[in-house]
């Protein structure tokens, strides 16, 4: 069992910038790949970002490529999310997950734990 806490969501003005940050008690998070997904109100829950087990290997949804990053320190059982030149259609909340397999899925059901989310809001 793993359990995900998501922490350092907020609300900032587009061009703004947040770091979102997961921490992972439980089974060991090393063990772990790591994504990210989000979801706006009314829509579907996205996939935002990924990153494998030793972060060697990171992926990212195209709406967020060269504006997002994602890491992990493995020492502090923690992934973050650094969103950076936010724009008002990144408003969601922002889910951190762990995925049931080693490797780097955009698919919600490769995901076994979740996070309660966090919520981001950029206004315009």
């Known amino acids: 069992q793993v359990q995900l806490v998501e922490s350092g969501g907020g609300l900032v003005q587009a061009g703004g910038s947040l770091r979102p940050s997961c921490e992972a008690s439980?089974?060991?998070?090393?063990?772990?790949?790591m994504g990210w997904f989000r979801q706006a109100p009314g829509k579907e829950r996205e996939f935002v970002a990924a990153?494998?087990?030793?972060?060697?290997?990171?992926y990212y949804a195209d709406s967020v490529k060269a504006r997002f990053t994602i890491s992990r320190d493995n020492a502090k059982n923690t992934v973050y999310l650094q969103m950076n030149s936010l724009k008002p259609e990144d408003t969601a909340v922002y889910y951190c997950?762990?995925?049931?397999?080693?490797?780097?899925?955009?698919?919600?059901?490769?995901?076994?734990?979740w996070g309660q989310g966090t919520q981001v809001t950029v206004s315009s």
């Open positions: 990153i494998t087990q030793f972060g060697a290997i990171t």
């Open positions: 439980g089974r060991t998070f090393s063990s772990f790949s």
């Open positions: 997950a762990a995925a049931s397999a080693p490797v780097i899925t955009t698919h919600e059901n490769g995901y076994r734990y």
